[in-house]
């Protein structure tokens, strides 16, 4: 009888190759808005980590030191949006926006405020930084 390998080693074999683990983080990410589950959505991150090399190797790619990287991927909460951002970006991806209109829901139909309102001790004076460095 053919042995075959367990589950958890294809998935992390597959994952090591970049393609992969992009369309991966990319269904993980549309179940989490789906489900809002951030640890189920963890955990899978986590998957892409190890199987990219683990959080050693990862955490070489990006500002963020391993037992940091270890700690934030085994959280319940989510981690701030810079820290994420960070965290694709050492995994060869980013975040993007798409409009909600593609996936067949039109804002001007749902029953939502879409208009942005001042932020207080936000001034005039203020000024919106451009540079993405």
């Not at 990219?52 to 391993?66: D, F």
């Not at 209109?101 to 001034?123: F, H, L, M, Q, Y």
Request: with cysteine.
């Amino acid at each position: 009888m053919k042995e075959y390998p367990k589950w958890r080693n294809f998935l992390l074999e597959q994952l090591a190759r970049r393609e992969a683990a992009i369309d991966y983080l990319h269904i993980t990410l549309e179940e989490y808005q789906a489900d809002g589950d951030t640890s189920f959505f963890l955990k899978e991150i986590q998957t892409v980590v190890e199987a990219q090399g683990g959080a050693a190797e990862v955490a070489k790619r990006s500002t963020i030191a391993p037992e940091t990287l270890s700690k934030i991927l085994s959280s319940e909460e989510a981690p701030h949006l810079d820290t994420f951002a960070t965290i694709l970006k050492a995994l060869g991806c980013r975040l993007s926006i798409e409009p909600l209109k593609a996936e067949g829901c039109d804002a001007d139909r749902v029953d939502v405020d879409t208009s942005a309102a001042p932020i207080e001790g936000i001034t005039s004076e203020m000024v919106l930084s451009t540079d993405n460095k």
